[in-house]
């Protein structure tokens, strides 16, 4: 197991996509008339960022940046010809949003293609989903993706909607651009150390961020998006250093210290306004967990046996919840809350397990191969690796 670890290590080390859970995308409501079309396109400030690596305009605002984009790769049509861009405008939006309007002018024919190319030669990966909208009702929903750039109002009518396919699809490529994730379940595999542990350790996973997942999603639940990524690097650390206290016995030191990392980084972020003082109470919550993980994990009784069993798979369920949570942004991002949640929720879900399971799968065949290969010093060498970029997600996702 800890040479499959390794295998791990070494493909999250090669994905392109370093946003965690956060896929690029974007998101766009378009309002359909008589002869034109109107759209208003949303998208996180992070993936505009994106455009200055292949524009250069540094000294560009970003929303103009974004809005002259924009312009340059959507287009409608009607009967084959293009319509004419009529108007378009920076709209007001949320902390950390850019929204444009654009207009088209059809003439004299009904338009009935919309063609999007934005982001894509920044964001080979990017995925852009759009709602259509007539006399105030939605008419139905499509994905854009690299390989699919273009949507036929027609098929519209003939109730085409979200490709659960297309979701699956989504949800497996979330997971492997997800080097976050990816990275703790090198730390699972680390602390679990048998295949029988493993397999619990990833179902307690499993099972906790379906339920966070499904509740933010569906509205029960509400999380604070940085928050959540802060937390998702500091279990990255967390389960690194339970993994260097399966052989110790100075727990307390550890679990101490671990409690004040996550407190003093959430008093310097509300000092520096980075986080309101009610955010800053989760750190006070979380430091309180992480330190009670790591005494319960290091007691001779839950270190084998039916206890230490029920404990990894509880702590990794908690972990879930987490994680979970980092899913959910993705997809509320987009915009998908309302009709038809169930397609894109069960199908996203169904993808991110799915590439977790291949993930493992293929890493598995791998780190046998290697597992005699493998010098001592390397799974200590992985973890302390994991430690450390786990501390600066925590660190950095906290003071920005």
Known sequence: MRALAIVLLFASSLAGDVHAHNRSESYSH??????????????????????????????????TLFHEHLVDNVTVSADGAPCALADSNVLQAASGFVRVE?????????????????????APSHAHYAKLHRDGLQLGESLF??????????????????????????????????????????????????????IVAVTGFTLGHSISLAAAVLGYVHADSQLVEAFIGFTVALVAVEYFLLQRTDTMRFALMSLVVAWLTGLTAIQLDFLSVRAGYSYLGFGVFAACYLLAASTPLMKEGTRATWLLFIATCCFGLVHGFGFAGFLMDTGLLGTSLFIPLFGFNLGVELGQLIIVAIS?????????????????????????????????????
């Open 30 to 63: 378009w309002h359909l008339m008589e002869t034109a079309a109107t759209g208003t396109v949303t998208i996180p400030l992070r993936e505009v960022m994106l455009l200055y690596q292949l524009l250069d305009r540094p000294d560009t605002p970003p929303r």
């Open 102 to 122: 654009v207009s088209f002018d059809c003439g004299t024919a009904e338009p009935d293609i919309l063609e999007f190319f934005a982001m894509y030669e920044a």
């Open 145 to 198: 993706t690299n390989a699919t750039t273009s949507w036929n109002f027609a098929n519209v009518a003939a109730g085409a909607n979200y490709s659960f396919g297309a979701f699956l699809a989504i949800g497996v490529e979330h997971i492997a651009g997800g080097i976050d994730h990816i990275a703790f379940l090198v730390g699972l595999l680390l602390i679990a150390g048998t295949i029988g542990r493993s």
């Open 364 to 400: 598995l065949g791998a780190g046998t191969l290697l597992r005699r290969h493998m010098p001592q010093v390397l799974p200590q060498m992985v973890a302390a690796g994991l430690c450390g970029i786990g501390v600066f997600w925590f660190l950095s996702r906290t003071l920005t």
